[in-house]
């Protein structure tokens, strides 16, 4: 309502203006000129506060907008009729003026009409799509075409639907990824428990180190889960200090000595003395422990992993390198989606949770950096830290 009002203050102000100017006005001509369209304003306003009362409850756009336009009609033509009325149009005159009006009245709605009905049936696609998705349909689409504002909606919802039913599909995956991780472990756990109870185990130590090997990857993928979550939710709390990023690369290597012993695979680590940067110690770790995991899983058994650490003046980069098969070209794109393997090889029998690069990369992001799959030849991951520039030297 303000807006009308202010739009009607300053169409008058912009009428008697261009009255004054132009015309030449007397005093007896200014007193009428200004009685006319202060009464034309005020005819204005009223019918302007009408048609946004009788807009809002008429179920039919094209309706409103013939409504609207009838409504600009009367009021151009009551200004007109008042203005000869009052002033210097003779009778015949004025009947032929208003003459013209009717058959101006008649060709606006025709082009109203004609306006309203491709707004309409793109509007009606549009509310039908929205139904569709609230009865559960992801796949419908308006295909609403339209540069103006109308088809911007309509391009932002169907962008909107299009990103619901990619997460739906990746939650469906998702859950049967983890129902499958879920489902192996338990039922070796409860098929050693079973032969424990029964006394069939042949060898009882050895169905209990297979129980803890479960408990162990069911514990790790829990954990794995916990932290993808929170860092899908923007919840993950980094602590950061002052670390030095090659004492982690060598705390990491220790950690999956053991791993890297049973394939006979050695790491071996290029690294300036320190290389300090400011992040999370326990996060950086994890990171470097699951990137290091994944290179020793998929190496042949007696090559090497390597992990290069090269410092710049504002970032340092990190390589992870195997001499296994690598990453093929379709799958760099994906290699950071939850439970995707690199290859088919890469199975779960071959252990982890298929999180390991999703939580890697959403460490490093938080982190303010970034990280990479690299071509051949082997496995090459790449991963990119601001450097702390005061604690360099």
């Known amino acids: 309502m303000k807006a009308v009002t202010w739009a009607l203050v300053a169409a008058l102000a912009a009428g008697l203006l261009v009255a004054e100017i132009a015309m030449g006005l007397t005093n007896s001509e200014r007193l009428k000129l200004y009685q006319v369209f202060g009464a034309t304003a005020l005819g204005t306003l009223m019918v302007a506060l009408a048609v946004l009362n009788v807009v809002p409850r008429v179920k039919s756009l094209r309706t409103s907008l013939q409504v609207v336009a009838l409504s600009a009609v009367v009021v151009t033509g009551g200004s007109v009729a008042i203005a000869a009325t009052t002033m210097f149009i003779e009778p015949h005159d004025l009947q032929i003026v208003l003459v013209a009006l009717v058959l101006a009245v008649g060709l606006g709605g025709v082009v109203a009409a004609s306006v309203a009905r491709p707004l309409t049936t793109d509007l009606s696609a549009l509310s039908d799509t929205a ?25 932002a919802f169907d962008e909107m639907v299009e990103r619901l039913e990619m997460s739906e599909r990746e939650r469906s995956y998702l859950l049967a990824a983890i129902s499958h991780d879920l489902r192996t472990p338990l039922a070796s756990m409860q098929a050693a428990v079973e032969a424990l109870q029964d006394g069939l185990a042949p060898d009882p130590p050895a169905y209990l180190r297979g129980l803890s090997i479960d408990l162990a990857h069911l514990r790790t993928l829990v954990d794995d889960l916990f932290v993808m979550s929170r860092l899908e939710a923007g919840s993950y709390e980094l602590t950061r200090t002052d670390v030095d990023l090659a004492e982690l690369a060598d705390e990491a290597v220790e950690a999956v000595a053991p791993t890297a012993a049973q394939r006979r695979v050695k790491i071996l680590v290029d690294a300036p003395a320190r290389t300090w940067i400011s992040a999370d110690p326990v996060a950086i770790g994890r990171v470097l422990r699951n990137l290091l995991v994944n290179a020793i899983r998929y190496s042949p058994d007696g090559s090497e992993v390597r992990v290069s650490l090269m410092p710049g003046d504002s970032q340092v980069e990190v390589m992870v390198i195997d001499q296994g098969q690598g990453f093929a070209a379709e799958v760099r794109g994906t290699a950071f989606d939850p439970f995707v393997r690199a290859e088919e090889s890469r ?36 991963f990119a830290l601001p450097v702390e520039p005061t604690l360099s030297n």
């Open 347 to 382: 199975n779960r029998d071959a252990g982890g949770s298929g999180l390991g690069l999703t939580i890697a990369k959403g460490i490093i992001e938080a982190h303010g950096g970034d990280i990479e799959i690299l071509g051949g030849p082997g496995g090459r991951v790449r």
């Open 131 to 155: 139904r569709g998705v609230a009865a559960g349909d992801l796949s419908v689409r308006s295909g609403v075409e339209r540069t103006d504002e109308l088809g911007k909606a309509a391009a």
